[in-house]
Structures are given as structure tokens and as C-alpha cells.
């Protein structure tokens, strides 16, 4: 699952976790370019195909790998 | 010595030993002496208490025939005379639960004691209020476990002796508050359970809260491109309009919708009906942050999956039961194990 509040689920014992964004904009990031946003909306995605690929034990947080990826502005997120 | 209790047992036409589901509407019959599970409980409760009698009738006769059902129920209590009657258990059968929760009603309307047992989420749990119900699991296998916990409490109740509580007994709640003192203020049990816990004292809550399910992690897929990829998202997203009317806040059921044939979605044709958004980037500005699916076509298109399911599913992540969370769960991945998807990236904003 791709969540903007990864404690929340690893808490609760979810499995394989991805760091998405923000809880307004889970996979991507609007004030990003629009291919700069397309980019990031990608590697979420392919992080959580990479989840899915990787034998976990108990409830694991998968990064995004940022090497080609744009640097993402972080904020305090007001969780729904 | 004292005369033995009394006990009469009530059963479905399945563990009655009358047939299975296409038995459902059998009319109410009496059996002297205990039936199949009966037996059990005979055994578990030795030789001071007696199962005189086992009413046994169809799931849906009892439930839904109940100017016809009821009645040789009610005459079969008033010439038993029983100390106690145990229903089911039901386990995770619904009607069975529903007809095991209006027997003990009946019973305890006659001013006889009823011990029932079913899983917790059984519709029959909440359909009578104030029912002695011991918390099964979903499956008869655990007959003997359930019948003996059912016995135990039964006893208790057959013999008129103070019942304690839910936690103390076994049963679940039922709803009913008994005032008690417990001699000091809030603020001091709180400090004393901070004390507790830090000297490794074993602290009880005062308050139960519900496990959740520990459920171990599905084997890793190596070779994704030969599988089927389905979305989920708890944004709520939905064609615009909200055609199922699907609830804005907390979530009763689960919808999915197609996408075959689209490769984005646009703030035009989509929306997120969570009140939490309203206004907000995904009805405005883009959707595909809830449901990332321009990602996924692409991904399908370079074959790093196999396909994506022509479908998502849609639901408004807000708070929910856990019986209800599981129900939705289990929906949706039914519908996607009988669709051959073999993984599903949930978007859980």
C-alpha cells in the first residue's frame, strides 16, 4: 500500500508499506513540472512493484530510490 | 442429593442431523435427549445436569416464519421446564446466529436463563440485546472449546449464581453498565498503571479495545510481468456525480469501477466523494494522485506488470468498524481472486 502517513499502517501491521507524498496528493506532487510530476507518480509506482517483489517478515516501509528522481518538497501534512 | 438441571439445547437442521442448506425451511421439531452436539455438551457437563430435549428447526423457518415458528418453541420450554437453554453455537452462520439469538430471547422472556456462543461478528450478536453470547471462532471445529465455555457459563446461569463480568466470564459485552466504586480517583489509577508498567507489573486497561487481525505477509512475486495488477484507493474516487451515491464519510460497502480504455483521469469524469477532500487537489486538480494510473499504463506498456485489471476499486477510507473493514476486505479480494489478479497496490490516503 502507498500511504502519506507510513506509521499509521506499519503500526497496525500492513505488510509492505511505500511512502507516498501528502495525504492530499498521495502519488505526486503539484508543485512539481508536469513531467517532473509524471516522474515522481512513476517511481511511486515502481516502489510499490518493488514491494511486492521483496519477501518482508513483518510490516516494512519502502522508500522511493530518489537517485534520477526530482527532490520532493516535504511539509507538515494535516492528516484526514 | 439435589435433582439434576435441566437443559434444553437448541440446533439448526444442519448439526440437528437433518440435512444442510436445502433444509432450511424445516418446521420446529422436539427430540427427548440431546442431538449431535448435545452429546458434547452432555459429556462436558457430567452427570448433575441433564439435556432433556433438543429443538432443532430450518435457518429460515425460524427466522422468518415466526408466527409459525415460535409457538411450538414457547409450549416446548413450558413442558421441559429447563434451568438453562443453550443455543447453537453458530459460529459464523448468520441465520443460524439470528435464530440462536431469538431463542435465547424467547427463553429469557419465559424468565429462563440462555447461553448462546457465535463468532463476534455474527449478525445474530447484535440483533438481541442483553444476551449471554460466548465468542466463538468461524469454524465447528472448535465445537468442544466453544461447548465447554458455553457450559461453564451456562452453570452459572442455571443455577441463578452471580454472573461477573464480560471480561471476567468470557462472554462479550452486552451493553450493560453496572456502577462500581473503585476507590480512587482517575488520576491516581492512571498514575498507578504508569507506575505498574514501568515496575513490569501486568496493568490492565481500563477500557478494551480491539485487537486487530495479525495476518502473515503474502510470498513476494518475483515476475510481476506475467500477472494481473489491480488499483484500490480509499480517496473515494468515483465517476463524478457519485452514480452509487457512495457514502462521504464512513465507508458501508465498496464499488468498483472500469477503466478499460483510460488512461488518466480527469477532474471532468472523476471525483472524490470523501468529505475530506472536498475542494481539495483531487477534485481540482488530479485525480490520478488517488489512483496513480497514467503510472500503471505506462508500467503495463513497457511489461514491467502484465496488465492492469480493467477495474478499480473505490472506497472512503473514514472510520469504520473493523466487522465492516473486514467485510470490505474480503469483498474486494474475492472479486479480485475470482478475476486472476494476482497483486494490488492500495492507495490508502
Given at each position: 500500500?502507498?500511504?502519506?502517513?507510513?506509521?499509521?499502517?506499519?503500526?497496525?501491521?500492513?505488510?509492505?508499506?511505500?511512502?507516498?507524498?501528502?495525504?492530499?496528493?498521495?502519488?505526486?506532487?503539484?508543485?512539481?513540472?508536469?513531467?517532473?510530476?509524471?516522474?515522481?507518480?512513476?517511481?511511486?509506482?515502481?516502489?510499490?512493484?518493488?514491494?511486492?517483489?521483496?519477501?518482508?517478515?513483518?510490516?516494512?516501509?519502502f522508500e522511493r530510490e530518489e537517485t534520477q528522481a526530482p527532490s520532493v518538497h516535504r511539509e507538515l501534512v494535516g492528516a484526514s | 442429593m439435589t435433582r439434576p438441571l435441566k437443559i434444553v439445547q437448541y440446533l439448526n437442521q444442519f448439526f440437528g442431523g437433518i440435512g444442510g442448506e436445502e433444509y432450511n425451511d424445516q418446521p420446529v421439531q422436539v427430540i427427548e435427549g440431546p442431538v449431535g452436539p448435545g452429546r458434547?455438551?452432555?459429556?462436558?457437563?457430567?452427570?448433575?445436569?441433564?439435556?432433556?430435549?433438543?429443538?432443532?428447526?430450518?435457518?429460515?423457518?425460524?427466522?422468518?416464519?415466526?408466527?409459525?415458528s415460535l409457538p411450538p418453541v414457547r409450549q416446548a420450554l413450558r413442558k421441559y421446564q429447563p434451568d438453562l437453554v443453550v443455543a447453537g453455537p453458530a459460529f459464523d452462520a448468520g441465520r443460524y446466529g439470528l435464530g440462536c439469538a431469538l431463542i435465547c430471547q424467547l427463553a429469557n422472556e419465559t424468565g429462563i436463563n440462555a447461553v448462546t456462543g457465535m463468532e463476534p461478528d455474527n449478525p445474530g450478536v447484535m440483533s438481541q440485546k442483553g444476551l449471554y453470547v460466548i465468542p466463538t471462532g468461524s469454524s465447528p471445529a472448535e465445537m468442544v472449546p466453544a461447548l465447554r465455555k458455553m457450559a461453564a457459563l451456562g452453570?452459572?446461569?442455571?443455577?441463578?449464581?452471580?454472573?461477573?463480568?464480560?471480561?471476567?466470564?468470557?462472554?462479550?459485552?452486552?451493553?450493560?453498565?453496572?456502577?462500581?466504586?473503585?476507590?480512587?480517583?482517575?488520576?491516581?489509577?492512571?498514575?498507578?498503571?504508569?507506575?505498574?508498567?514501568?515496575?513490569?507489573?501486568?496493568?490492565?486497561?481500563?477500557?478494551?479495545?480491539?485487537?486487530?487481525?495479525?495476518?502473515?505477509?503474502?510470498?513476494?512475486?518475483?515476475?510481476?510481468?506475467?500477472?494481473?495488477?489491480?488499483?484500490?484507493?480509499?480517496?473515494g474516487i468515483v465517476p463524478r456525480g457519485n452514480p452509487n451515491r457512495q457514502s462521504t464519510e464512513i465507508p458501508r460497502n465498496y464499488f468498483a469501477y472500469?477503466?478499460?480504455?483510460?488512461?488518466?483521469?480527469?477532474?471532468?469524469?472523476?471525483?472524490?466523494?470523501?468529505?475530506?477532500?472536498?475542494?481539495?487537489?483531487?477534485?481540482?486538480?488530479?485525480?490520478?494522485?488517488?489512483?496513480?494510473?497514467?503510472?500503471?499504463?505506462?508500467?503495463?506498456?513497457?511489461?514491467?506488470?502484465?496488465?492492469?485489471?480493467?477495474?478499480?476499486?473505490?472506497?472512503?477510507?473514514g472510520g469504520c468498524p473493523v466487522s465492516d473493514a473486514r467485510r470490505i476486505g474480503r469483498g474486494i479480494a474475492t472479486e479480485l481472486t475470482d478475476a486472476d489478479v494476482e497483486a494490488v497496490i492500495l492507495e490508502s490516503t
Open positions: 500500500m502507498v500511504s502519506a502517513l507510513p506509521s499509521v499502517p506499519l503500526t497496525l501491521g500492513a505488510h509492505r508499506v511505500v511512502r507516498g507524498i501528502r495525504v492530499e496528493h498521495l502519488c505526486g506532487d503539484p508543485t512539481l513540472s508536469p513531467e517532473s510530476d509524471r516522474e515522481l507518480m512513476l517511481l511511486i509506482a515502481r516502489t510499490a512493484l518493488r514491494a511486492i517483489k521483496t519477501q518482508v517478515q513483518e510490516p516494512t516501509l | 458434547a455438551l452432555a459429556n462436558i457437563l457430567g452427570d448433575t445436569v441433564a439435556v432433556t430435549a433438543t429443538i432443532i428447526a430450518g435457518d429460515n423457518f425460524l427466522v422468518e416464519e415466526q408466527d409459525r452453570l452459572k446461569l442455571a443455577r441463578k449464581e452471580e454472573v461477573g463480568s464480560a471480561e471476567e466470564e468470557e462472554y462479550l459485552p452486552r451493553g450493560i453498565r453496572k456502577p462500581f466504586n473503585r476507590h480512587k480517583q482517575g488520576a491516581e489509577r492512571a498514575v498507578d498503571m504508569v507506575l505498574g508498567r514501568i515496575k513490569g507489573e501486568p496493568v490492565a486497561s481500563e477500557i478494551s479495545i480491539r485487537q486487530y487481525d495479525q495476518v502473515d505477509p503474502p510470498p513476494p512475486i518475483d515476475d510481476l510481468s506475467r500477472y494481473s495488477v489491480a488499483l484500490i484507493t480509499t480517496a472500469s477503466i478499460a480504455g483510460v488512461d488518466s483521469l480527469t477532474v471532468q469524469n472523476w471525483e472524490s466523494v470523501h468529505t475530506g477532500f472536498k475542494g481539495h487537489v483531487y477534485n481540482t486538480l488530479n485525480p490520478n494522485y488517488a489512483l496513480p494510473l497514467p503510472a500503471l499504463r505506462e508500467l503495463d506498456r513497457i511489461g514491467e506488470i502484465g496488465q492492469l485489471h480493467d477495474r478499480f476499486y473505490s472506497v472512503v477510507g
